[in-house]
């Protein structure tokens, strides 16, 4: 993409309104804009990024077994009747009239929903396990949205959705969904840590929240140093392994782990001192097993081995996209901007152009353009006529993880300067030598 | 993907509400399944051809130039009072309170508010010209929704804007449409014939709808013969090139093509006798050029070359990605079921096991599998303990493009047989050949 043909509206100064630096970053790389109070349009930067986000978070899920459906974001309040939440949800939920007085809502979740699709369509334990997730916008009416797409109003979100004839069954499925999350948030550059989270009154132990670490995190955590350490499952884990997947849950949930509100201050303390780490957390995930909570008023049975109709056990499993990309900026940025992890950075590498018209410059600048796009790498060229601070700082803002400097100087020695955003190291090499290093072939 | 995890809830009646084939089949082949009047929830079939027609469609866009944005369901009021459309804009807008009890509405359509990204961004006709799209659910409030996703109240759509300095630019921004449109449609395998459509007050002839032809289609189009053997424009069309697309769009709006609401009975008799062709006919498409229409009222403004303020001349340019997908198979079905253009096929193959649990077809049978999944095709294999007349009716409902029938009496003699769902030709080949044709490699 040439820079002189895209949209990318940066800031110069820091929005008043933003109180985290995620969303003072994302404002300032012209990711979103807002358009309501906690209702963001997503600008083509921005988009990119959540595309990415989406695209591994869908990989992982088909690969464990989930199979992709779209659900509306308009639904029927009936459904919401039939299991009790309708009166229960309180004002996060929004609530529509259409044109003939129906009482219809802006979905903020979706069991109801696909318990409806469910029960419509299956009728034996012989069509199980069953999970469908979607990625989909969803609305909350919160009392005082803030933070950017951290706590938006209507946000994206991925939530699966798992049916099984009894608890053993859903716990496999839970333990699927923990073992996608692990290598989802692994592709994603960061390192999440389970911890258990409420069961309310289904009990049991088949809650987890996912946490990332950042000092700006919203919530306190504590845990064993020894997660920071564990291998994510490899891709041809297999998802039929139930040993195998317990076995993993099991590793993944040995050590202490724990947000402020499950912290048990005595087991932290026991650890050994090298091992403690308190730090802040975002949460980025949650699987969540609830038996026959939303089964059992709406009636989807299926008829068992035994011939006896049964209500399936299910489990709901999120994250939240839109979120996550606020979250990587939290745990990766510095005073210049954003530093994205590789595989979801908007652009792969950006090329300034520090002498737009001078014919060698261009001619490099457009071989380089080429060759990169041709080996299917998403590159951002800025052949702007712009001052060269500009340029550095504007890569530099938006997180471009490789950047290629071109400039007559250089060029007149062959040469051209290859920047890694992350470690911020430079070298000189020659065009060919910097598209070995950023295709990984000969030319 | 094994059918046997895979969710495809058919329907062996049909449904009675559905009065047209493509709401019929859609529901029969467990594409989509009605969750309220006129809203749809997108089951695993029909999610796979909605995102195939989507992944065309933005191809397209991007080729031509148009960046992707994402802008949200929910917007202000506030907004919509700006262009005055707020009060006009009747009870087919689904308006909303949101808990402050603020005006709010699901947007039916993102003028406004594409206006006011482009406004609080941009400056100069330095930064034009500008194609922001997205491709996002949009609602309205139908009085009868009917049709399935034909016509329903909640529905995707590809809408594009274009911004530009003056009404030349303009032109040549609308030509990039159109030229994108007829590549968009001829990829979607059918033949969309532009037509003039109505321009209201804005004047001039820059509005035309795209219509294919089906024999159930909802209006009356009349045209000239010729349209149907015109060559779409290649893929290495140049955008940039005015004069070139220019001739292209005055080629494909040389001859007669108007729906019955702009008919000239006068002039389509006066075609030769072999060149009239009058039939039904979809809308798939709409592009509109609208001047100043919302960015006099919204000052969306830039600074010409004479120092000046002026108004930008902007236009807007629909598909609806989920009314393509029933039109598809208006245009493509027969008594079987439906007949998928391979490129948005769900799966381009089909595998029909016609005796699972025997080893031999079992192994055959997983080979192809391998085989073409390794090739990167989308293949459904039937590993279901059912008859194999379930099988085929299965396929050739939700309409596969290449069956490939798997059973030990074909393979006893070293053969599977190959069918095409289109033709109907059925080939008994040997399994090195089957992989050759349908990977078009050798094994």
Redesign the interface.
Known sequence: MRLS???L?ILRENPKEAEIVSHRLMLRA?MI?Q??AG??????LG?RV?NKVNAIIREEQNRS?A??????????AD?WRESGRYEDYG??M?R?K??HE?D?L?GPTNEE?VT??FR???RSYKDLP?N?YHIQ?K?R?E?RPRFGVMRS??FLMKDAYSFDLDYAGAKHSYNKMFVAYLRTFARLGVKAIPMVADTGPIGGDLSHEFLILASTGESEVFCHKDYLGFTPPAADVDFDDVAGLQGIVDKWTSLYAATSEKHDAAAFEALPADAKVSARGIEIGHIFYFGTKYSAPMKATVNGPDGKDVPVHMGSYGIGPSRVVAALIEAGHDEAGIIWPDAVAPFQVGIANLKVGDGTTDAACAKIYKALTAAGIDVLYDDRDERPGAKFATMDLIGLPNQVIVGPKGLAEGKVELKNRRTGARDLVSVDDCLVRLTGREP
Chains 1, 2 share one sequence.
């Open positions: 043909r895209y949209f509206p012209g804009k358009e309501a209702i963001y349009a997503w600008l083509p988009l959540l077994g199979l992709e459906i779209m659900m509306p974001t308009v639904q029927s459904l004002k996060e929004l529509i259409d044109r129906r219809m802006y929903m409806d699709i419509s369509n299956v069953l469908l916008w609305f009416d009392v109003r209507e």
